[in-house]
T-cell receptor
Framework: EAGVVQSPRYKIIEKKQPVAFWCNPI?????LYWYRQNLGQGPELLIRYENEEAVDDSQLPKDRFSAERLKGVDSTLKIQPAELGDSAVYLC???????????FGSGTRLTVV | DQQVKQNSPSLSVQEGRISILNCDYTNSMFDYFLWYKKYPAEGPTFLISISSIKDKNEDGRFTVFLNKSAKHLSLHIVPSQPGDSAVYFCAATNTGNQFYFGTGTSLTVIP
């Protein structure tokens, strides 16, 4: 089993530039999450998908962040334009359903300079 | 508002001894709790979980204890091994809609 695959692993961009992250969840996992983890903090939920539907995006900064999961499988998270405070690790996780533990990807470490 | 708290940022334990990692939560509606382990440059990996209907769950060297009245859970690792050195996050949820994570405890097991 490949696990949750994220790319790229690292990204360095200048502020005001756009950036996109990609996630391929475990096959058959209908639930997909994007989390952001700042240094020294626990992961914080940005958005949760059930299949292709975003069922919880209340903590996604919608002025600059967007996400999609068009076919209910892989997902992209975009930031446009990026700000210095967006530097963090962006984690994707998937789950077979509620009350199952997540499986996390290795994350994308974003540095905005 | 931090609903899940891990008040010890770090912990050092001698190999072979017991490691006890603590976690407190504020939301009495949480009904499912998990511990994750995270190595550098990797995503968190699931370690062990416990439902609110139980007060203990054991898996090999790992045991999680839940005290609902105190809103407290702990992870015991016995015996501790150098490979257990990692950051440990506790997480809690109400019906799995969203997991709330603590800030993590960095465990160092000294050979």
């Amino acid at each position: 089993e490949a696990g949750v695959v994220q790319s790229p692993r690292y990204k360095i961009i200048e502020k005001k530039q756009p950036v996109a992250f990609w996630c391929n969840p475990i096959s058959g996992h209908n639930t997909l999450y994007w989390y952001r983890q700042n240094l020294g903090q626990g992961p914080e939920l940005l958005i949760r998908y059930e299949n292709e539907e975003a069922v919880d995006d209340s903590q996604l900064p919608k002025d600059r962040f967007s996400a999609e999961r068009l076919k209910g499988v892989d997902s992209t998270l975009k930031i446009q334009p990026a700000e210095l405070g967006d530097s963090a690790v962006y984690l994707c996780a998937s789950s077979p359903g509620v009350n199952y533990g997540y499986t996390f990807g290795s994350g994308t470490r974003l540095t905005v300079v | 508002d931090q609903q899940v708290k891990q008040n010890s940022p770090s912990l050092s334990v001698q190999e072979g001894r017991i490691s006890i990692l603590n976690c407190d939560y504020t939301n009495s509606m949480f009904d499912y709790f998990l511990w994750y382990k995270k190595y550098p440059a990797e995503g968190p990996t699931f370690l062990i979980s416990i439902s609110s209907i139980k007060d203990k769950n054991e898996d090999g060297r790992f045991t999680v204890f839940l005290n609902k009245s105190a809103k407290h859970l702990s992870l015991h690792i016995v015996p501790s091994q150098p490979g257990d050195s990692a950051v440990y996050f506790c997480a809690a949820t109400n019906t799995g809609n969203q997991f709330y994570f603590g800030t993590g405890t960095s465990l160092t097991v000294i050979p």
